[in-house]
């Protein structure tokens, strides 16, 4: 295998009393869409977390690209081409499309100390074209995004993460709440990463979903790594059998 | 056309517009005319600020997602700080800065200890209220201190501008709720303080230093509380102990008034703006009108609860608007 894009070691993390990871090691490969599967309280949401820099690992360590890094905010893991689409997804309601698309991340007229005046044009501009990019057909970028459907919210999510140029797009649980043909579209998308060059994880209990578009399943249960195997050397039984 | 109407219809600015305006006609034929004069805008205008920019703080921090009660009490406080060291005979400058100094700690640890401890601003800010009137009352040692006579009155309250129609605090008012206005709609740090009050989880998971923007806007909210304060103890030419008292609640009503959502993340510091203007302008109408000025407390209370209600109504309509966004 090539050098793995990101690469865990030993990682573990304690809630007060909870030992909710219990020394994971796994390595995503470039270009991989990996199905994260797991029944609740598995160690999946944990693992993601301290992924995407939401949550720091008590012990462990990540590489990325071979290059050992600290992950302490959700900042560094976007710093590092690591994106993250949320269940309960990361866009503010009461804000229009083009300013939820570059929250933390604005384009700048000018400024001092990282802060001053946005490029709204640009951000107008931009945000119009990564809507059309991934295929989302919105007519203003400045519509509130508590006006769209969920299925176009997370649409927008994953225009975001597409448009700040990820490495590694980590989706966690984004089929819940959407109807099934927005559903087939996330998964559609899911599908389409491999030729976009992005590494993919995909985290979801649903293991139609993830036999649907990954290439690769790991399953977890108790805070470990019960099962890591190709999609074509599994089956849906053998992985309900570990879980 | 549709799309322009509900464009207007969700802006949570309108429904107090047209109270505003409203009011204003109907304020002019009750009195006959006199509403409108030179004189009587002369005294809306001249107080106007020092309500206006504390609600512009409360504003800001409302949309932020916080709250703040201590304002009435900050208001009181820096003249007072001021006026102490004044007295001690330490030049205006000095002690103007030793007086925002001290509002910017109340603002800090207001938003701190709100975030640290993880408990409602409505609690810490409430605690505040408290601390911030004693101590104002202790520092000033029960008689509010003798303003010296020389003091940059031409910097604060002469009145200026055509026919001596406003005083200088009108034009520090206009500047600073232009300058919030652009700093909320224009500056990538706008944009935070509306994703942390709008959905605190999608602001984090972006990476936005949310503790920092909230403490931030704690900090604004108290340096304007006290610097409206210090405005009208130099128009009264004296720091009294008990300026301000009541007015957070008013301050929170010109912003509901004006469309800011309790909840966080809706509103305009122009909403603000105009919510404050309603409340001089039925402070000063009814007395015009000759209302039993005890009134006016109702009418401020009607109206926060109306202009709620008028713009749930006015969203609801715009989103039945069928138009494609």
Same mark, same amino acid.
């Given at each position: 295998?090539?050098?793995?894009?990101?690469?865990?070691?030993?990682?573990?993390?304690?809630?007060?009393?909870?030992?909710?990871?219990?020394?994971?090691?796994? $390595?995503?490969?470039?270009?991989?869409?990996?199905?994260?599967?797991?029944?609740?309280?598995?160690?999946?949401?944990?693992?993601?977390?301290?992924?995407?820099?939401?949550?720091?690992?008590?012990?462990?360590?990540?590489?990325?690209?071979?290059?050992?890094?600290?992950?302490?905010?959700?900042?560094?893991?976007?710093?590092?081409?690591?994106?993250?689409?949320?269940?309960?997804?990361?866009?503010?309601?009461?804000?229009?499309?083009?300013?939820?698309?570059?929250?933390?991340?604005?384009?700048?007229?000018?400024?001092?100390?990282?802060?001053?005046?946005?490029?709204?044009?640009?951000?107008?501009?931009?945000?119009?074209?990564?809507?059309?990019?991934?295929?989302?057909?919105?007519?203003?970028?400045?519509?509130?995004?508590?006006?769209?459907?969920?299925?176009?919210?997370?649409?927008?999510?994953?225009?975001?993460?597409?448009?700040?140029?990820?490495?590694?797009?980590?989706?966690?649980?984004?089929?819940?709440?959407?109807?099934?043909?927005?559903?087939?579209?996330?998964?559609?998308?899911?599908?389409?990463?491999?030729?976009?060059?992005?590494?993919?994880?995909?985290?979801?209990?649903?293991?139609?979903?993830?036999?649907?578009?990954? $290439?690769?399943?790991?399953?977890?249960?108790?805070?470990?790594?019960?099962?890591?195997?190709?999609?074509?050397?599994?089956?849906?039984?053998?992985?309900?059998?570990?879980? | 056309?549709?799309?322009?109407?509900?464009?207007?219809?969700?802006?949570?600015?309108?429904?107090?517009?047209? +109270?505003?305006?409203?009011?204003?006609?109907?304020?002019?034929?009750?009195?006959?005319?006199?509403?409108?004069?030179?004189?009587?805008?002369?005294?809306?205008?001249?107080?106007?600020?020092?309500?206006? +920019?504390?609600?512009?703080?409360?504003?800001?921090?409302?949309?932020?997602?916080?709250?703040?009660?201590?304002?009435?009490?900050?208001?009181?406080?820096?003249?007072?700080?001021?006026?102490?060291?004044?007295?001690?005979?330490?030049?205006?400058?000095?002690?103007?800065?030793?007086?925002?100094?001290?509002?910017?700690?109340?603002?800090?640890?207001?938003?701190?200890?709100?975030?640290?401890?993880?408990?409602?601003?409505?609690?810490?800010?409430?605690?505040?209220?408290?601390?911030?009137?004693?101590?104002?009352?202790?520092?000033?040692?029960?008689?509010?201190?003798?303003?010296?006579?020389?003091?940059?009155?031409?910097?604060?309250?002469?009145?200026?501008?055509?026919?001596?129609?406003?005083?200088?605090?009108?034009?520090?008012?206009?500047?600073?709720?232009?300058?919030?206005?652009?700093?909320?709609?224009?500056?990538?740090?706008?944009?935070?303080?509306?994703?942390?009050?709008?959905?605190?989880?999608?602001?984090?998971?972006?990476?936005?230093?949310?503790?920092?923007?909230?403490?931030?806007?704690?900090?604004?909210?108290?340096?304007?509380?006290?610097?409206?304060?210090?405005?009208?103890?130099?128009?009264?030419?004296?720091?009294?102990?008990?300026?301000?008292?009541?007015?957070?609640?008013?301050?929170?009503?010109?912003?509901?008034?004006?469309?800011?959502?309790?909840?966080?993340?809706?509103?305009?510091?122009?909403?603000?703006? !105009?919510?404050?203007?309603? !409340?001089?302008?039925?402070?000063?109408?009814?007395?015009?009108?000759?209302?039993?000025?005890?009134?006016?407390?109702?009418?401020?209370?009607? +109206?926060?609860?109306?202009?709620?209600?008028?713009?749930?109504? +006015?969203?609801?309509?715009?989103?039945? !608007?069928?138009?494609?966004?």
């Amino acid at each position: 295998m090539a050098q793995p894009i990101i690469s865990v070691r030993n990682l573990h993390k304690w809630y007060s009393g909870v030992h909710a990871l219990r020394g994971v090691t796994l $390595d995503f490969a470039p270009n991989e869409a990996v199905g994260l599967v797991g029944d609740n309280g598995a160690g999946k949401s944990t693992l993601i977390n301290i992924l995407s820099g939401a949550q720091t690992a008590s012990e462990g360590e990540i590489s990325v690209e071979g290059q050992p890094v600290n992950i302490a905010n959700p900042r560094d893991a976007m710093d590092l081409g690591i994106e993250t689409i949320y269940q309960y997804n990361s866009m503010v309601p009461t804000m229009s499309i083009a300013r939820n698309l570059f929250i933390g991340r604005e384009p700048m007229k000018f400024s001092l100390l990282g802060l001053g005046v946005m490029d709204r044009k640009k951000m107008a501009d931009e945000s119009v074209k990564a809507i059309a990019d991934v295929d989302l057909h919105l007519r203003s970028p400045d519509a509130l995004v508590g006006e769209l459907s969920g299925g176009q919210r997370q649409g927008v999510a994953i225009a975001r993460a597409m448009h700040f140029k990820s490495k590694v797009m980590i989706l966690d649980e984004p089929t819940n709440h959407l109807a099934v043909k927005e559903t087939g579209k996330v998964i559609g998308f899911v599908r389409s990463l491999k030729e976009l060059n992005i590494t993919g994880i995909f985290i979801s209990h649903n293991i139609h979903h993830v036999f649907d578009c990954c $290439d690769r399943i790991v399953a977890m249960a108790r805070g470990e790594i019960v099962l890591d195997k190709r999609t074509d050397d599994t089956s849906m039984d053998e992985i309900l059998d570990v879980l | 056309m549709k799309r322009m109407l509900k464009i207007y219809l969700e802006k949570p600015e309108l429904a107090a517009l047209s +109270l505003l305006a409203a009011l204003v006609i109907l304020f002019q034929i009750r009195s006959g005319g006199v509403f409108l004069s030179a004189d009587n805008l002369r005294g809306i205008l001249g107080i106007l600020p020092e309500i206006g +920019l504390m609600v512009i703080g409360v504003t800001v921090l409302m949309i932020c997602g916080e709250f703040d009660l201590s304002v009435g009490s900050v208001f009181a406080l820096m003249p007072m700080t001021m006026a102490v060291l004044l007295v001690d005979g330490t030049p205006f400058f000095p002690a103007f800065l030793a007086g925002l100094a001290a509002c910017a700690a109340i603002g800090f640890i207001n938003g701190y200890i709100t975030i640290k401890y993880g408990i409602p601003s409505f609690i810490t800010t409430l605690g505040m209220l408290f601390i911030a009137r004693s101590l104002t009352i202790v520092i000033s040692g029960g008689f509010p201190p003798l303003l010296p006579a020389e003091l940059p009155n031409w910097l604060f309250t002469v009145f200026v501008g055509p026919g001596n129609l406003f005083r200088m605090s009108f034009l520090w008012f206009v500047v600073i709720a232009v300058l919030a206005s652009l700093l909320m709609s224009r500056t990538n740090f706008g944009n935070w303080v509306h994703a942390t009050g709008g959905f605190l989880p999608a602001a984090k998971a972006m990476g936005i230093p949310t503790a920092r923007v909230k403490i931030a806007c704690f900090m604004l909210c108290s340096m304007l509380a006290g610097f409206a304060g210090m405005i009208q103890v130099l128009r009264l030419g004296s720091p009294l102990p008990s300026i301000g008292e009541g007015w957070e609640l008013q301050a929170v009503a010109a912003a509901v008034i004006g469309g800011t959502a309790l909840s966080g993340g809706i509103g305009t510091v122009a909403g603000g703006v !105009i919510g404050a203007i309603l !409340i001089r302008v039925i402070d000063n109408g009814l007395i015009l009108s000759q209302v039993d000025a005890n009134w006016f407390k109702f009418a401020i209370g009607f +109206l926060t609860i109306f202009a709620v209600v008028a713009n749930a109504w +006015l969203g609801k309509r715009a989103k039945a !608007i069928k138009v494609e966004t």
